[in-house]
Protein backbone atom coordinates (compact mmCIF):
# COMPACT_ATOMS: atom_id res chain seq x y z
CA UNK A 1 0.00 0.00 0.00
CA UNK A 2 2.91 2.13 0.85
CA UNK A 3 4.94 1.58 -2.61
CA UNK A 4 1.52 2.36 -4.58
CA UNK A 5 0.78 5.64 -2.58
CA UNK A 6 4.88 6.15 -3.18
CA UNK A 7 4.45 5.60 -7.07
CA UNK A 8 1.28 8.10 -7.29
CA UNK A 9 3.62 10.58 -5.54
CA UNK A 10 6.17 10.21 -8.04
CA UNK A 11 3.43 10.09 -10.65
CA UNK A 12 2.58 13.59 -9.76
CA UNK A 13 5.49 15.01 -9.03
CA UNK A 14 7.04 14.03 -12.50
CA UNK A 15 3.78 15.46 -14.27
CA UNK A 16 3.60 18.91 -12.47
CA UNK A 17 7.32 19.00 -13.38
CA UNK A 18 5.99 18.43 -17.16
CA UNK A 19 3.84 21.02 -17.24
CA UNK A 20 6.44 23.71 -15.26
CA UNK A 21 8.85 22.67 -18.01
CA UNK A 22 6.22 23.09 -21.12
CA UNK A 23 4.84 26.40 -19.70
CA UNK A 24 8.52 27.85 -19.31
CA UNK A 25 9.32 26.77 -22.73
CA UNK A 26 5.85 28.56 -24.13
CA UNK A 27 6.71 31.58 -22.20
CA UNK A 28 10.67 31.66 -23.59
CA UNK A 29 9.22 31.65 -27.09
CA UNK A 30 7.24 34.50 -26.81
CA UNK A 31 10.12 36.72 -25.04
CA UNK A 32 12.45 35.42 -27.59
CA UNK A 33 10.47 36.89 -30.08
CA UNK A 34 9.36 39.80 -28.69
CA UNK A 35 5.51 38.90 -28.32
CA UNK A 36 3.35 38.89 -25.53
CA UNK A 37 0.25 35.78 -24.75
CA UNK A 38 -2.15 38.93 -25.63
CA UNK A 39 -2.85 39.77 -29.49
CA UNK A 40 -2.33 43.88 -30.36
CA UNK A 41 -5.09 45.73 -31.85
CA UNK A 42 -5.56 45.63 -35.72
CA UNK A 43 -5.80 49.27 -36.14
CA UNK A 44 -7.37 48.38 -39.60
CA UNK A 45 -10.45 46.90 -37.69
CA UNK A 46 -10.79 49.80 -35.14
CA UNK A 47 -13.97 52.08 -35.65
CA UNK A 48 -12.49 55.18 -35.64
CA UNK A 49 -15.85 57.17 -35.46
CA UNK A 50 -16.49 55.81 -31.59
CA UNK A 51 -13.51 56.45 -30.14
CA UNK A 52 -11.89 59.08 -27.47
CA UNK A 53 -9.34 61.27 -28.75
CA UNK A 54 -7.24 63.84 -26.57
CA UNK A 55 -8.70 66.70 -25.52
CA UNK A 56 -5.09 69.07 -25.98
CA UNK A 57 -6.19 69.99 -29.56
CA UNK A 58 -9.54 71.80 -29.51
CA UNK A 59 -7.84 73.10 -26.03
CA UNK A 60 -10.58 70.97 -24.09
CA UNK A 61 -10.00 70.15 -20.87
CA UNK A 62 -10.84 66.65 -20.50
CA UNK A 63 -10.65 63.83 -23.56
CA UNK A 64 -13.27 63.77 -26.35
CA UNK A 65 -15.67 60.98 -26.80
CA UNK A 66 -16.86 60.40 -30.42
CA UNK A 67 -19.96 58.93 -32.05
CA UNK A 68 -20.22 58.11 -35.86
CA UNK A 69 -17.31 60.42 -36.16
CA UNK A 70 -18.35 63.71 -34.63
CA UNK A 71 -18.45 65.59 -31.36
CA UNK A 72 -20.57 68.65 -30.89
CA UNK A 73 -21.02 71.45 -28.58
CA UNK A 74 -17.44 70.56 -26.82
CA UNK A 75 -16.33 72.51 -23.95
CA UNK A 76 -13.05 74.45 -25.50
CA UNK A 77 -10.56 77.10 -24.03
CA UNK A 78 -10.67 78.64 -27.79
CA UNK A 79 -11.94 82.46 -27.76
CA UNK A 80 -13.98 84.04 -30.82
CA UNK A 81 -16.57 85.13 -31.23
CA UNK A 82 -17.16 84.76 -27.35
CA UNK A 83 -14.64 83.60 -24.61
CA UNK A 84 -14.48 79.75 -24.10
CA UNK A 85 -16.21 79.17 -27.19
CA UNK A 86 -17.70 75.26 -27.38
CA UNK A 87 -16.01 73.12 -30.83
CA UNK A 88 -17.52 70.85 -33.26
CA UNK A 89 -14.68 68.14 -33.81
CA UNK A 90 -14.89 65.66 -36.72
CA UNK A 91 -13.12 63.55 -38.22
CA UNK A 92 -11.67 63.22 -41.61
CA UNK A 93 -12.31 59.54 -42.63
CA UNK A 94 -11.63 59.36 -46.09
CA UNK A 95 -7.90 61.30 -44.64
CA UNK A 96 -6.78 58.16 -42.38
CA UNK A 97 -3.61 56.82 -43.23
CA UNK A 98 -2.02 53.31 -42.20
CA UNK A 99 1.44 52.68 -42.22
CA UNK A 100 4.14 50.86 -39.71
CA UNK A 101 6.70 53.61 -38.36
CA UNK A 102 7.65 51.84 -35.41
CA UNK A 103 9.09 48.73 -36.97
CA UNK A 104 7.19 45.92 -35.74
CA UNK A 105 5.69 44.70 -38.96
CA UNK A 106 1.71 46.41 -37.33
CA UNK A 107 0.34 49.16 -38.83
CA UNK A 108 0.06 52.89 -36.82
CA UNK A 109 -2.78 54.88 -38.04
CA UNK A 110 -3.18 58.29 -38.68
CA UNK A 111 -6.19 60.41 -37.78
CA UNK A 112 -6.83 63.76 -39.16
CA UNK A 113 -9.44 66.01 -36.69
CA UNK A 114 -10.32 69.38 -37.27
CA UNK A 115 -11.86 71.79 -34.25
CA UNK A 116 -14.63 74.47 -34.84
CA UNK A 117 -16.55 76.65 -33.40
CA UNK A 118 -20.32 75.54 -31.97
CA UNK A 119 -22.28 75.51 -35.51
CA UNK A 120 -19.85 77.58 -37.42
CA UNK A 121 -18.65 77.85 -40.97
CA UNK A 122 -14.97 77.16 -42.31
CA UNK A 123 -13.89 80.91 -40.88
CA UNK A 124 -14.78 79.49 -37.66
CA UNK A 125 -12.73 76.41 -37.63
CA UNK A 126 -9.91 76.94 -35.18
CA UNK A 127 -7.58 73.90 -34.98
CA UNK A 128 -6.49 70.67 -37.52
CA UNK A 129 -4.68 68.49 -36.52
CA UNK A 130 -3.09 64.67 -37.12
CA UNK A 131 -2.84 62.17 -34.15
CA UNK A 132 -0.93 59.12 -34.97
CA UNK A 133 -2.39 56.24 -32.92
CA UNK A 134 -0.44 52.50 -31.88
CA UNK A 135 -1.93 49.69 -30.56
CA UNK A 136 0.64 47.29 -30.22
CA UNK A 137 0.42 47.04 -26.41
CA UNK A 138 -3.60 45.89 -26.59
CA UNK A 139 -4.80 49.68 -26.52
CA UNK A 140 -4.91 52.97 -28.32
CA UNK A 141 -2.01 54.89 -27.18
CA UNK A 142 -1.37 58.20 -29.16
CA UNK A 143 2.66 58.82 -30.28
CA UNK A 144 2.12 62.22 -31.13
CA UNK A 145 -0.12 65.02 -32.74
CA UNK A 146 1.16 66.31 -36.00
CA UNK A 147 -0.04 69.99 -36.81
CA UNK A 148 1.52 72.65 -39.36
CA UNK A 149 4.37 74.24 -39.48
CA UNK A 150 4.15 77.18 -41.63
CA UNK A 151 2.73 80.04 -40.14
CA UNK A 152 -1.23 80.73 -40.18
CA UNK A 153 -2.57 83.57 -42.27
CA UNK A 154 -5.99 82.51 -42.99
CA UNK A 155 -9.21 82.81 -40.53
CA UNK A 156 -9.13 78.53 -41.25
CA UNK A 157 -6.23 76.90 -39.65
CA UNK A 158 -3.71 75.20 -42.29
CA UNK A 159 -4.28 71.36 -43.18
CA UNK A 160 -2.38 68.21 -43.15
CA UNK A 161 -2.48 65.06 -45.41
CA UNK A 162 -0.19 62.29 -44.51
CA UNK A 163 0.73 61.32 -47.89
CA UNK A 164 3.43 58.28 -46.30
CA UNK A 165 4.39 56.33 -43.30
CA UNK A 166 7.25 54.03 -43.32
CA UNK A 167 10.15 52.87 -40.68
CA UNK A 168 10.65 55.63 -38.51
CA UNK A 169 8.85 58.07 -41.01
CA UNK A 170 6.16 60.12 -41.55
CA UNK A 171 5.50 62.65 -44.50
CA UNK A 172 2.42 64.66 -44.91
CA UNK A 173 1.21 67.67 -47.23
CA UNK A 174 0.82 70.34 -45.61
CA UNK A 175 -1.26 72.88 -47.36
CA UNK A 176 -1.04 76.72 -45.48
CA UNK A 177 -3.24 80.16 -46.76
CA UNK A 178 -1.42 82.83 -47.96
CA UNK A 179 -2.72 86.00 -47.19
CA UNK A 180 -5.08 86.70 -50.01
CA UNK A 181 -6.77 83.07 -50.04
CA UNK A 182 -10.09 82.41 -49.68
CA UNK A 183 -11.38 80.29 -46.41
CA UNK A 184 -12.10 77.73 -49.44
CA UNK A 185 -9.13 77.48 -50.94
CA UNK A 186 -5.41 77.16 -49.06
CA UNK A 187 -2.86 77.75 -52.32
CA UNK A 188 0.42 77.12 -50.24
CA UNK A 189 2.02 73.67 -50.24
CA UNK A 190 4.73 72.42 -48.33
CA UNK A 191 5.88 68.97 -47.36
CA UNK A 192 6.09 67.57 -43.62
CA UNK A 193 8.42 65.14 -41.96
CA UNK A 194 8.01 63.51 -38.44
CA UNK A 195 10.63 61.07 -37.46
CA UNK A 196 9.84 58.56 -34.82
CA UNK A 197 13.02 57.65 -31.86
CA UNK A 198 12.54 56.25 -29.02
CA UNK A 199 8.42 56.19 -28.74
CA UNK A 200 8.60 59.65 -29.92
CA UNK A 201 7.46 61.31 -32.60
CA UNK A 202 9.69 64.66 -33.55
CA UNK A 203 10.25 67.51 -36.53
CA UNK A 204 12.70 66.88 -38.99
Excluded at 53 to 77: D, Q
Excluded at 138 to 147: A, F, I, N, P, R
Excluded at 182 to 198: D, F, K
Amino acid sequence: MVDRSMGRARALTLTVCLVLAVGCLVAYRFLSRGETSEDPIDLRAVDWRSIEIPGALCRSPEPIRLREGLAVNVPSEFDGPEPNMPQDVAILMEEIFYGDITGDDRDEAALPVICGNHDSTAAGQRAMGVFVFDGSAQKLSVLGTLTSREPRLGEPPNLLKVESMKSGRITALDRFYLEDDYNCCPSGEARETWVYRQGRLAAR
